[in-house]
């Protein structure tokens, strides 16, 4: 059984930053696609990045680009999202997700993880 587990949410001042992690257990994750998505209250789950496995290639939503990063590390089937110079409106439950192959990651994440809260205060 595939799990993902996000770690290091919490509050921050506007402007701060925070790193957010995912590690999966259950199977072996050659080739999958991982990403961030996240849910603030009252709106839909939306996109935030993703990356691949063998070229590590980042892509982002045009509202986190040049302030949130992406990258993984196989070896330890982990995940992290840095985000700095965070604002209110990045205050949402981000979740970790995966998919075996990178096609439609951004809209069709096969597994996900159980949500990490992040309240970013102005």
């Known amino acids: 059984q595939v799990q993902l587990v996000e770690s290091g949410g919490g509050l921050v001042q506007a402007g701060g930053s925070l790193r957010l992690s995912c590690t999966a257990s259950?199977?072996?994750?050659?080739?999958?696609?991982m990403g961030w998505f996240r849910q603030a209250p009252g709106k839909e789950r939306e996109f935030v990045a993703t990356?691949?496995?063998?070229?590590?290639?980042?892509y982002y939503a045009d509202s986190v680009k040049g302030r949130f990063t992406i990258s993984r590390d196989n070896a330890k089937n982990t995940v992290y999202l840095q985000m700095n110079s965070l604002k209110p409106e990045d205050t949402a439950v981000y979740y970790c997700?995966?998919?075996?192959?990178?096609?439609?990651?951004?809209?069709?994440?096969?597994?996900w993880g159980q949500g990490t809260q992040v309240t970013v205060s102005s």
């Open positions: 259950g199977r072996t994750f050659s080739n999958f696609a």
């Open positions: 997700a995966a998919r075996p192959n990178f096609l439609n990651m951004e809209t069709m994440p096969t597994y």
């Open positions: 990356i691949t496995w063998s070229t590590i290639t980042p």
